[in-house]
């Protein structure tokens, strides 16, 4: 089952219960698919609410906005919490006063707008272990999924375990062993697009940078690089950085989303709106002050114009 806070998530966390070339600020991905005809959409990317480095009151500012806006779903890029980097530092107590807020404000989000989650470092530590991640998994769900939605395909990973996979190299093997074999899968269907959902950019100006705080070590990012094209994946949505920033490779886009709690750049506060049309995808990321009132989806075959902020 994908990783969707729900009613009975919150329920365990509280314990009442059981148990994804640089280029400019904005640019929209644009790619032709093997399929036409469908309903667009739209959805929101929301990264790093990181709590309570990030103050809870954006969290809440963020759900407000999502059941105005009323997307057919939102995804959180990681960093859900501010937990300790280190496993060392982990304060349980602190921890779970953190989940239960985080899923207290997420259980206010309407209940016909489903909300995927994704593990940052913050929220299994930088170094993960079979501990973390077991600790994630018990209160917001999966550490990998997929879901498909009108006709487009969706994959959520834990970067973590890309980045530093030492401490938990059994997990970190079958997740990508899942990979391969899910994005296999998904190339013998027809599907409108494929997108991925990470906590960590793969990279931030050129897919050869080097390796920083921020992006994923070379090897894994050229192997997961490789994949990506291989099988058709248009886009992928990251945080982490707590800046925007974009790069196109081939027809792979590659975007970066600044922090909805606590942006280390010049970006404001704010989201990505994600607008899915039958033969492309756009995207804009707004400040909390400059959201639409309505998200409008242009009719077939026309861009919906206008730029992004950076």
Same mark, same amino acid.
């Given at each position: 089952?994908?990783?969707?806070?729900?009613?009975?998530?919150?329920?365990?966390?509280?314990?009442?219960?059981?148990?994804?070339?640089?280029?400019?600020?904005?640019?929209?991905?644009?790619?032709?698919?093997?399929?036409?005809?469908?309903?667009?959409?739209?959805?929101?990317?929301?990264?790093?609410?990181?709590?309570?480095?990030?103050?809870?009151?954006?969290?809440?500012?963020?759900?407000?906005?999502?059941?105005?806006?009323?997307?057919?779903?939102?995804?959180?890029?990681?960093?859900?919490?501010?937990?300790?980097? *280190?496993?060392? %530092?982990?304060? @349980?107590?602190?921890? !779970?006063?953190? =989940? $239960?807020?985080?899923?207290?404000?997420? #259980? /206010? +989000?309407?209940?016909?707008?489903?909300?995927?989650?994704?593990?940052?470092?913050?929220?299994?530590?930088?170094?993960?272990?079979?501990?973390?991640?077991?600790?994630?998994?018990?209160?917001?769900?999966?550490?990998?999924?997929?879901?498909?939605?009108?006709?487009?395909?969706?994959?959520?990973?834990?970067? *973590?375990?890309? %980045?530093?996979? @030492?401490?938990?190299? !059994?997990?970190? =093997? $079958?997740?990508?062993?899942?990979?391969? #074999? /899910? +994005?296999?899968?998904?190339?013998?269907?027809?599907?409108?697009?494929?997108?991925?959902?990470?906590?960590?950019?793969?990279?931030?100006?050129?897919?050869?940078?080097?390796?920083?705080?921020?992006?994923?070590?070379?090897?894994?990012?050229?192997?997961?690089?490789?994949?990506?094209?291989?099988?058709?994946?248009?886009?992928?949505?990251?945080?982490?950085?707590?800046?925007?920033?974009?790069? $196109?490779?081939?027809?792979?886009?590659?975007? /970066?989303?600044?922090?909805?709690?606590?942006?280390?750049?010049?970006?404001?506060?704010?989201?990505?709106?994600?607008?899915?049309?039958?033969?492309?995808?756009?995207?804009?990321?707004?400040?909390?002050?400059?959201?639409?009132?309505?998200?409008?989806?242009?009719?077939?075959?026309?861009?919906?114009?206008?730029?992004?902020?950076?």
């Amino acid at each position: 089952m994908p990783s969707r806070t729900n009613r009975r998530a919150f329920l365990r966390a509280v314990g009442v219960g059981a148990a994804a070339v640089a280029m400019p600020a904005g640019t929209r991905a644009r790619a032709t698919t093997r399929r036409a005809g469908g309903e667009p959409f739209f959805f929101l990317q929301i990264a790093d609410p990181q709590l309570f480095w990030g103050p809870l009151e954006l969290w809440k500012t963020a759900i407000r906005h999502a059941n105005r806006l009323k997307p057919d779903f939102v995804v959180v890029c990681g960093d859900l919490l501010h937990r300790a980097a *280190d496993v060392a %530092k982990l304060d @349980a107590a602190e921890d !779970e006063k953190r =989940a $239960r807020a985080y899923l207290d404000v997420a #259980k /206010t +989000l309407d209940k016909g707008i489903p909300l995927y989650n994704l593990a940052g470092n913050h929220d299994v530590c930088n170094e993960p272990t079979p501990e973390t991640l077991r600790w994630y998994e018990k209160r917001f769900g999966k550490l990998w999924y997929r879901f498909t939605h009108k006709g487009s395909f969706f994959v959520a990973l834990e970067s *973590d375990l890309f %980045k530093h996979p @030492a401490g938990a190299r !059994e997990a970190a =093997a $079958r997740q990508l062993k899942w990979l391969e #074999k /899910t +994005l296999g899968e998904a190339s013998k269907r027809a599907y409108r697009h494929k997108v991925v959902f990470l906590h960590h950019p793969l990279c931030l100006k050129t897919v050869d940078e080097k390796e920083s705080y921020s992006t994923l070590p070379i090897p894994i990012r050229r192997r997961l690089l490789k994949l990506f094209h291989a099988h058709g994946v248009e886009a992928t949505f990251s945080g982490h950085h707590h800046k925007n920033a974009y790069v $196109r490779d081939g027809k792979l886009e590659l975007v /970066t989303t600044s922090s909805s709690g606590k942006p280390l750049g010049k970006n404001p506060v704010g989201f990505r709106i994600v607008k899915v049309y039958p033969d492309r995808i756009e995207h804009k990321y707004y400040g909390y002050d400059d959201l639409p009132d309505k998200v409008v989806l242009a009719p077939a075959g026309r861009s919906a114009g206008g730029k992004g902020r950076e």
